[in-house]
């Protein structure tokens, strides 16, 4: 008949079922293979050995003088005076909060390209050069007002 299923059809469409179902996970592994193939030969060096990258730089301080290296991550205070800095030089940081946010990230990039800084400066050489800049700016006001009353 054709419209039953008797007793000796049942194994053999479980087994077709089965095979169905391999080929499924089989199309999906090899998909996942295909979208995972750029990430893990990225993580795999020339030679063959797994390549490790940090994400983040490291603060480095020297115990001995206690000066902060060039790559150290700014505290909140410092991106605060950064932020002041960088709106003294008419670059709109947003609130001056001391949280590095999109404003910031945005105002300091623009300083970047206005004072023709490395693309690659970090945090801290921006932080340096506006403070520098600042002081700079203010001793030169300062020497311009003592001129202008002698």
Do not use: C
Request: no cysteine; charged share 20%; net charge negative.
């Amino acid at each position: 008949m054709w419209g039953t299923i008797t007793p000796e059809d049942s194994p053999m469409r479980s087994h077709i079922q089965g095979v169905f179902i391999l080929l499924f996970v089989a199309i999906a592994l090899m998909i996942l293979a295909r979208m995972a193939a750029p990430v893990v030969q990225d993580a795999f060096g020339d030679n063959g050995a797994i390549v490790a990258e940090s994400a983040e730089v490291v603060d480095v301080v020297d115990l001995a003088d206690g000066s902060v290296s060039a790559d150290a991550d700014l505290t909140g205070e410092e991106v605060a005076i950064l932020q002041a800095n960088l709106a003294e030089q008419g670059f709109d940081p947003g609130p001056i909060d001391g949280i590095l946010g999109r404003g910031t990230r945005d105002a300091i990039s623009a300083a970047i390209s206005e004072y023709k800084l490395d693309v690659n400066s970090s945090d801290r050489a921006v932080f340096n050069y506006l403070e520098s800049l600042s002081e700079a700016l203010k001793a030169a006001a300062a020497a311009t007002s003592d001129l202008s009353e002698g």
